[in-house]
């Protein structure tokens, strides 16, 4: 799953590494834009997460509920928003 999020310019993407360091999810940058549209001072990233489970395959209910526990930490430690 991709997610895409409006962060303080100034937010290293280690940081962001070291705040998820417990997510069950291999995370990958794929995108950084700073530039127009943005408001000043901010960034937009979008981070990949690849989710797995040993012996099971996961379900959408279980991807998401860890989706909205990822969110909800960096909106918490970062002031990040949903683009």
């Known amino acids: 799953r991709d997610l895409s999020f409006v962060i303080d310019?100034?937010?290293r993407y280690a940081d962001?590494?070291?705040a998820?360091?417990?997510t069950p999810a291999?995370?990958?940058l794929i995108d950084l834009y700073?530039?127009?549209n943005l408001p000043?001072?901010?960034k937009s990233l979008t981070l990949r997460f690849e989710f797995a489970a040993q012996g099971k395959t996961l379900t959408d209910k279980?991807?998401?509920t860890f989706i909205d526990g990822i969110f909800k930490e960096l909106?918490?430690?970062f002031g990040a928003a949903l683009r």
Request: aromatic fraction near 0%; charge should be neutral; proline fraction near 0%.
């Open 16 to 18: 962001i590494l070291k």
């Open 75 to 77: 909106q918490t430690t």
């Open 26 to 28: 291999k995370i990958n």
């Open 20 to 22: 998820l360091k417990d």
């Open 34 to 36: 700073e530039g127009k």
């Open 9 to 11: 310019e100034n937010t």
């Open 62 to 64: 279980e991807v998401n």
């Open 40 to 42: 000043e001072g901010k």
